[in-house]
């Protein structure tokens, strides 16, 4: 998410800008080393002195245990946001010090420190870290409250291994919180890791925000939502009981529960366009609109993110095993490590009874649509081009697309195997053969081997050829009726504003107005910000659905529309007017065969 930074409308996507570095450091550095290190102890100051500058006090404390300069680095980006983000940008008042006396620091790249420890045994630095980017793989701080990551602050010495065991202590107002996913180490908010990436794999709430825990299926399950009171009465009370019926059946797909506790942990913004999350070992960081409790989507990416805690954070390509911190980590696979997450989301939420088979139906047929929508590009090609946000709109379609291609496959097993095997037995081989076993991350050879093998033998080379290394239209008509689904395409006429837009932090903003469109002539211009049409808000993340059913029969009626131009406020007339599109349907067919509605209910049920 964001990013993998999980994004829900293709306006989303649009409003993604990311400054991209130039990547990692030089191919001369590689051979770079730091003096050895050990005792390594983080210590993060936030209280309500650092909150007012929206600053982390850090400081890093270490023995030095040979010779030459230490080379402290911080990372460029974290797991699962598919992007550089170089947090050393954020880093400001960097100083070294050994019992008080000051030591030499430079530079030796944009994100590495090489302090001179001259013989000096123990070592502190210490630096400020500017937490103001509202990014789930970032840190953020308001005058209460800070949440961050733990690839933005903790240093690691340059080309030494990951395995050094680190404590982390957080000094904070004795009436705030801190939540974390780390082990407690004994000592007041202290907490221990044995490696670097659990250690970084854990983000941090600190201040004033509700936490509730719960035991659900011999686990403690946390929730730590910001701001305090935004997640309360009916919201939360169903938010728990998705928790109770969701994390079993996550369980019972790979035969495990490999996490002692989970923290989900929430900060709503009315900034927000929509919902992003990032998933970790055992929590997950989202940031939402308040308005997304409402939908579905809430559970969705809930569901999403804790799958992620079996498939990419424990299960996962071995492109991507271990994490390199450095430099980008591309790989061919993000459409099973984020598409088929995504399909177990639908499935997981469907098998334990969150939504039904018609909501099934429908979270299927927004990725349909959201893929016809999209140029054709091989998913293989999608995973690998997300570090660049492809301006063509290609660049998160893995998730949908993805998604369709776990649908599909699933489908193709159980109708080969009379339904008595599924993709569930394909990732829990994987993730026995992998994860417990010895943990290099999954080649493409082991995953073709484990869908044929679980097909009976099958080969899914013309698959792989034409639909995951290939860009040909995937075969959903002919498919999904292996499954009692089917697949009818409509013309339908709609209401259309003929803009396009894209969230940003100032609201939802003009990028483009299309010439002779109704938009046009009612007079908005790009750059201008959408408040209300009609009386329907463009922040509601269901703004174009109920947009689309309130004026289907309107054409020629004028609708008001709010905008806001610069510091003005214009209020506009505008026509309404229906423009044609064609619609994908999904539908339960009525002809389904016994055994497409057996593959069906073992689909939707988690049976063979
Ligand atoms: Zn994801």
Redo the contacts with the bound molecule.
């Keep these: 998410?964001p990013s993998?930074v999980?994004s829900f409308s293709a306006a989303t996507i649009a409003a993604l800008v990311v400054w991209i570095a130039p990547t990692g450091p030089l191919s001369a550095q590689a051979a770079v080393q730091s003096a050895p290190i050990s005792a390594v102890r983080y210590e993060v100051t936030f209280d309500p002195t650092t909150a007012a500058t929206r600053t982390l006090r850090v400081g890093m404390t270490f023995d030095v245990t040979g010779a030459g300069p230490v080379l402290l680095s911080l990372p460029a980006w974290t797991p699962?946001a598919y992007e550089i983000s170089n947090f050393a940008r954020w880093v400001s008042n960097f100083a070294a010090t050994s019992g008080g006396r000051a030591l030499g620091w430079d530079k030796l790249d944009y994100d590495t420190w090489r302090v001179r420890a001259d013989g000096a045994k123990n070592v502190t630095v210490t630096f400020d870290y500017l937490a103001d980017s509202l990014d789930n793989a970032i840190a953020w701080a308001r005058g209460n409250f800070v949440f961050f990551n733990g690839t933005n602050i903790f240093l690691y010495p340059e080309g030494r291994s990951t395995d050094f065991a680190a404590t982390v202590t957080v000094k904070t107002d004795p009436s705030w919180l801190v939540t974390t996913g780390m082990k407690p180490a004994g000592a007041a908010r202290t907490y221990t890791a044995t490696n670097y990436h659990d250690l970084v794999d854990m983000p941090f709430f600190v201040g004033q925000y509700d936490l509730d825990s719960a035991q659900i299926a011999n686990k403690t399950v946390r929730m730590a939502s910001w701001p305090k009171g935004s997640l309360k009465g009916e919201a939360r009370t169903t938010f728990w009981d998705h928790q109770k019926k969701i994390l079993p059946a996550m369980g019972a797909v790979f035969n495990d529960i490999p996490f002692d506790t989970y923290t989900t942990f929430i900060v709503f913004d009315s900034t927000s366009g929509g919902g992003s999350a990032l998933?970790h070992q055992n929590s997950h960081l989202g940031i939402y609109t308040p308005l997304l409790t409402e939908s579905v989507l809430f559970p969705s990416i809930t569901a999403?993110?804790m799958i992620?805690a079996w498939n990419?954070k424990r299960l996962r390509p071995a492109d991507m095993v271990p994490y390199r911190y450095s430099q980008p980590q591309p790989t061919t696979w993000l459409w099973v490590?984020?598409g088929i997450?995504?399909y177990y989301s639908d499935v997981v939420l469907a098998r334990s009874g969150v939504i039904d088979t018609t909501g099934f139906i429908v979270l299927t047929q927004g990725k349909i649509e959201e893929v016809a929508a999209t140029p054709p590009v091989a998913l293989e090609d999608a995973s690998l081009s997300t570090w660049i946000h492809p301006a063509d709109g290609t660049g998160y379609i893995y998730?949908q697309k993805g998604s369709l291609a776990g649908l599909l496959l699933d489908i193709m097993i159980r109708d080969a195997s009379d339904n008595k095997r599924g993709l569930d037995d394909v990732f829990r081989e994987l993730y026995q053969a992998d994860y417990k076993q010895k943990w290099t991350g999954f080649t493409g050879e082991q995953w073709w081997a484990a869908v044929s093998r679980a097909a009976g033998g099958k080969s899914f080379d013309e698959f792989n050829a034409k639909y995951v290394d290939g860009r040909e239209p995937m075969p959903l008509a002919s498919v999904l009726p292996l499954a009692g689904f089917r697949l009818t395409v409509d013309s339908i006429r709609e209401p259309r504003l003929g803009v396009s837009s894209a969230p940003d932090s100032s609201g939802v903003r003009v990028v483009e107005v299309q010439p002779g469109s109704p938009a046009e002539a009612a007079g908005l211009r790009p750059g201008d910000y959408l408040v209300q049409v009609g009386d329907i808000s463009v922040r509601d993340p269901s703004f174009g659905e109920q947009f689309r059913s309130r004026y289907a029969k309107a054409e020629g009626t004028n609708v008001p529309v709010k905008v806001r131009r610069g510091d003005q406020s214009i209020d506009m007339q505008m026509a309404v007017r229906l423009a044609l599109r064609t619609e994908q349907r999904l539908t339960l067919d009525p002809k389904a065969s016994a055994k497409a509605i057996r593959v069906r209910k073992g689909i939707l049920g988690g049976g063979t």
């Design positions: 998410m993998p999980r699962g998933e999403h993110e992620h990419v490590s984020e997450t995504d998730y």
